[in-house]
C-alpha cells in the first residue's frame, strides 16, 4: 500500500498583485485503493493543490509537508515524483508538436520503469487501452494533443494512466468539457486502472456529475486554501443540492475562474 500524506501545506503564487497566498494549511492523506473527492468554489485552491503535488515550478510551498511513503516529495523534481508513482491528469492539456502520442507514451512508460517496456507486449497494450476508450488507432501517429478536441486530449489524459499505472493519480477536472458520452468513457478509464493496479485517485472537481460514475469514498470541500468540511459521498450530494454557499462569508461572491497557474 502506497500512502501520500499532505500536512498543514500553505502554498504562495506570484502574480501581477505580488506574492499571493493560495493555500492555508491543507492536510489530507490519500491510500491506494482509496478515491476521495475535493470540491469547492473557483478559486479556492483546488488546482493549486494538484500542481504542488506533481511539481509545477511556479507553486511555492511556504510550509508544511507532503510524502509519498515516508518518502519527502518536495524534496523530488518533477521525473522524480513521477517514478516514485505520482501522476498528474491536467485540467489543461498541454500540446507537444514533433513529438507523436506513440513515441510519447512509450518514452514515458521507459522514464518510469527504467526499462523499455516489451515492444510486442506494449503494442497490444496501447491498442487495447485506446480502444477501451473509444479512441481512433490513428491517434497513435499523431503528434500529442495537436489539434485534439477536449475530450480527446481527456481521454489521452487517461490513457497515460492506464498505462504509467501510477500508484497515486491526481485528476484535475478531468470532467472539464466533456459531453455525456466521453464523460463515461473516461470515468470507465479511472474505474478500471483502480480495479487493475489498486490506485489512489484524488479527483478536483466543481460538479457531481463525474462523481455519479467515479464514486469517492471521501469528499473534501475546499474553501479559501482550506478544507472546509469533510465526509462520505452523501457530502456530494449535498452539495449538488445546497451549492457552496454555505461556507462564504455573508455577501461575498464566489470568485470568477482564476488562469490555471493561479487557480485553485
Request: overall charge negative; proline content about 5%; glycine content about 10%.
Amino acid at each position: 500500500m502506497s500512502v501520500l500524506e499532505i500536512r498543514d501545506l500553505h502554498v504562495t503564487v506570484e502574480t501581477d498583485a505580488g506574492v499571493t497566498p493560495i493555500l492555508n494549511g491543507v492536510t489530507l492523506t490519500i491510500r491506494t485503493g482509496e478515491t476521495h473527492a475535493i470540491m469547492g468554489p473557483n478559486g479556492s485552491g483546488k488546482s493549486t493543490l494538484a500542481y504542488t503535488i506533481a511539481g509545477h515550478p511556479k507553486y511555492t510551498v511556504t510550509s508544511g509537508t507532503i510524502t509519498l511513503d515516508g518518502q519527502d516529495v518536495l524534496e523530488m523534481s518533477v521525473d522524480e515524483r513521477a517514478r516514485a508513482g505520482l501522476f498528474l491528469a491536467m485540467q489543461y492539456p498541454v500540446e507537444i508538436p514533433g513529438v507523436t502520442v506513440t513515441n510519447f507514451l512509450r518514452t514515458a512508460k521507459t522514464a518510469i520503469d527504467g526499462e523499455a517496456p516489451a515492444i510486442r507486449t506494449w503494442t497490444k497494450d496501447v491498442k487495447s487501452s485506446m480502444k477501451n476508450l473509444r479512441m481512433d488507432p490513428k491517434f497513435a501517429q499523431r503528434n500529442v494533443n495537436e489539434g485534439f478536441s477536449g475530450g480527446e486530449k481527456k481521454r489521452h489524459e487517461i490513457l497515460q494512466l492506464e498505462l504509467l499505472k501510477p500508484q497515486i493519480a491526481v485528476l484535475d477536472e478531468t470532467d472539464s468539457g466533456l459531453d455525456v458520452d466521453a464523460l463515461k468513457v473516461v470515468s470507465e478509464g479511472v474505474n478500471r486502472a483502480k480495479e487493475e493496479t489498486g490506485l489512489g485517485v484524488l479527483l478536483i472537481t466543481h460538479y457531481t456529475r463525474i462523481l455519479r460514475y467515479i464514486r469517492p469514498d471521501y469528499v473534501h470541500v475546499m474553501v479559501a486554501g482550506r478544507i472546509a468540511e469533510e465526509g462520505g459521498p452523501e457530502l456530494a450530494d449535498r452539495l449538488e443540492d445546497e451549492g457552496y454557499d454555505r461556507y462564504l462569508p455573508a455577501g461575498v461572491e464566489e470568485p470568477a475562474e482564476a488562469p490555471a497557474v493561479a487557480d485553485a
